[in-house]
């Protein structure tokens, strides 16, 4: 079972409507979850971090944490053609030695 | 935010050779900086973990003395890809994790560099 699991996509959204990126993650002692966009060809971009379970929002992003599911997912209001791009989710184990570990991505288009 | 710089951004070298890429925090001291290889449509796979002044801990399948890490310094840290090789080209990005005081625990990514090596 790989340790963080993403649906490789791809997902095509209307504009306007809500984009919902999923991911599931394995060890049970994560702590820290975050949510990177990169485009083609690019580095990725930090988008949203969450710790505590619940929903955090940031402008048109929510991110929503659920540890007794191993869950985290990332809600995109209002698509936006510039928010095309593949979604990585990352998981980090303050416990162990810090490093980020990655899901595979999520490729989103967002059809005008 | 947080800046962290990678130069070069792409780069060009014959099989066989070295190439050195840099990456830089800009604005906080970097206690530990990652780096990464990406092949196309495929994600992030972790190399290794430099710590300031210490050797870099290499994950399983990374070959130590094939991909040189120096972290000489609280900004710096350079990846040497030795004697390289096609398989070699991929695109490489470093990330940084500030310190406790400027930037928590957020981790923050280089622009990555391109490797095409001929």
């Known amino acids: 079972q790989k340790e963080v699991e993403q649906n490789s996509g791809p997902l095509s959204v209307p504009e306007g409507a809500i984009a919902s990126l999923n991911c599931t993650y394995s060890?049970?002692?994560?702590?820290?979850f975050f949510w990177y966009r990169q485009y083609s060809g690019k580095s990725p971009e930090l988008i949203m971090s969450?710790?505590?379970?619940g929903d955090k929002e940031d402008g048109r992003f929510t991110a929503q944490l659920n540890k007794a599911s191993q869950y985290v997912s990332l809600l995109i209001r209002d698509s936006q053609p510039s928010d095309s791009a593949t979604y990585l989710c990352?998981?980090?184990?303050?416990?162990?030695?810090?490093?980020?570990?990655f899901g595979t991505g999520t490729r989103l288009t967002i059809i005008p | 935010g947080a800046v962290v710089s990678q130069h070069p951004s792409r780069v060009i070298c014959k099989s066989g050779t070295s190439v050195k890429i840099e990456c830089r925090s800009l604005?906080?001291?970097?206690?530990?900086m990652f780096w990464y290889r990406q092949f196309p449509k495929q994600s992030l796979m972790l190399m290794a973990t430099?710590?300031?002044?210490?050797?870099?801990?290499?994950e399983q399948g990374v070959e130590k003395d094939k991909f040189l890490i120096n972290h000489a310094s609280l900004t710096l840290s350079t990846l040497t890809v030795t004697s390289a090789h096609p398989e070699d080209s991929s695109f490489y990005i470093c990330?940084?994790?500030?310190?406790?005081?400027?930037?928590?625990?957020?981790?923050?990514f280089g622009e990555g560099s391109w490797l095409t090596v001929v």
């Open positions: 990330s940084a994790r500030g310190d406790r005081g400027r930037s928590g625990n957020t981790i923050y």
């Open positions: 060890d049970r002692v994560s702590q820290s």
């Open positions: 969450i710790y505590s379970n």
């Open positions: 990352a998981v980090n184990h303050l416990f162990g030695n810090e490093k980020l570990t």
């Open positions: 604005d906080f001291q970097a206690t530990t």
């Open positions: 430099s710590n300031e002044g210490s050797k870099a801990t290499y």
